[in-house]
Each structure stands twice: as structure tokens, then as C-alpha cells.
């Protein structure tokens, strides 16, 4: 069975900077998608990036960015020029062959005047 | 909005009783996935339908169940509710992985 581990409960960032939250996961599926969603306290769940395996380049929706790492199975969100808005809950998740999401257990991200 | 509509949004109920929560997946999506959210907790997979048919099931409790309908809209029916089931129940839908996951905006179930 897959698995994904978020080792960072909770991290901090202070406005305008940059924060790196990070992700691996456990496979032996070589095909296979990679996603990071957003759960602020409205406790609405929205996709942020995502990344197919098969793509060697790393994923970019303007502030947010990836670092896929295939061969270490590690999948690290970078969140540049950090707002007030990006306080939320970050769960990286994996889907593979059973189509269905695999989440991590989520890190509280916290932005700071 | 997302597309995905869940409801009720909140729900509170007495232990021993059965409720039924309802989702309307995006336009166009076949596929229909429910996910149990406890307090602080990451999202576990319940349930996944597709065209009507289950397709996968995840940690589900025996007193739980599922459907989907012809409209391809989603019923998930928790039955003998105990303290343990208050919880967010998420429901998502997707057309395809590559497009990845629609979330509705959950129900919040309390059970007292």
C-alpha cells in the first residue's frame, strides 16, 4: 500500500519570505500523481499544484512551486513571497493505479507579520 | 464554489441514529470519492464510486454505506452513529487523475 509522510506538523514563515513544506511517499507504482492541497479554516480543501510522474520538470502555479524527486520519492512544496492568505493546513497527497487520493497527515503552516 | 455540492453542511444527531449525507459531483465527473476528516486529522478514503458502480473501498465501518444513482449524484449512509463518528465527511469527484480532484465543502457531523 502506498504512503505518504508529512514529517512537519507545523512550520512558520514570516510575510514575504519563502517556506519549504516537504513530502515523501512510498510506491512501487512507476506511474502515478502527486498532489498539494490547501485546507484553510473554512475547512475547504483546494488543490494548489500537482505533478505527473512521468514529467521530469517540476510543476509551477505562480507562487507556488515543486520539487519532484522521483528516485527519492520526495515531493516538497515551495511557497515563494508568502501572504497572510497562505495560513492554512497543507496536505500532500499521492494517486496512483487506484485512482484514489493517499493523504499525508498535513502540516500547519503559520505566516508571521 | 467548486462544482462538488455536499449536503447538509452541519448535522447533529444522537448516538444510535442514522443519517444520510448527499453529493452532487461536478458536471461531466463519473467518479465519486468520500473521505472522513476527524478533528486534526489527515483525510481517509471511504468510499469510491464511478458510473454507479463501486469501484474501491477504503477504511470504511461496516455501519457505513454507499451509492450512487443513475444522476450520478452520491449517498453516504452512517447508521448506529457512535461519539466516534463526528467528523468532516468529504465528498470529490474527478473526470480523471491527470485532472486531478474536485472537493465539495464537506458535512460536519456531530454526534452527541
Known amino acids: 500500500a502506498q504512503t505518504v509522510t508529512q514529517s512537519q506538523p507545523e512550520m512558520s514563515v514570516q510575510e514575504a519570505e519563502t517556506v519549504t513544506l516537504s513530502c515523501t511517499y512510498d510506491t512501487s507504482e512507476s506511474d502515478y500523481y502527486l498532489f498539494w492541497y490547501k485546507q484553510p479554516p473554512s475547512r475547504q480543501m483546494i488543490l494548489v499544484i500537482r505533478?505527473?510522474?512521468?514529467?521530469?520538470q517540476n510543476a509551477t502555479e505562480n507562487r507556488f512551486s515543486v520539487n519532484f524527486q522521483k528516485a527519492a520519492k520526495s515531493f516538497s512544496l515551495k511557497i515563494s513571497d508568502s501572504q497572510l492568505g497562505d495560513a492554512a493546513m497543507y496536505f500532500c497527497a499521492y494517486s496512483g493505479t487506484a485512482s484514489k487520493l493517499t493523504f499525508g497527515t498535513g502540516t500547519r503552516l503559520q505566516v508571521t507579520l | 464554489d467548486s462544482g462538488v455540492t455536499q449536503t447538509p453542511k452541519h448535522l447533529i444527531t444522537a448516538t444510535g441514529q442514522r443519517v444520510t449525507l448527499r453529493c452532487s459531483p461536478r458536471?461531466?465527473?463519473?467518479?465519486v470519492y468520500w473521505y472522513q476528516q476527524s478533528l486534526d486529522q489527515g483525510l481517509q478514503f471511504l468510499i469510491q464510486y464511478y458510473n454507479g458502480e463501486e469501484r474501491a473501498k477504503g477504511n470504511i465501518l461496516e455501519r457505513f454505506s454507499a451509492q450512487q444513482f443513475p444522476d450520478l449524484h452520491s449517498e453516504l449512509n452512517l447508521s448506529s452513529l457512535e461519539l466516534g463518528d463526528s467528523a468532516l465527511y468529504f465528498c470529490a469527484s474527478s473526470v480523471g487523475q491527470a485532472y486531478g480532484y474536485t472537493f465539495g465543502s464537506g458535512t460536519r457531523l456531530t454526534v452527541v
Open positions: 505533478q505527473e510522474a512521468y514529467k521530469q
Open positions: 458536471s461531466g465527473d463519473l467518479s
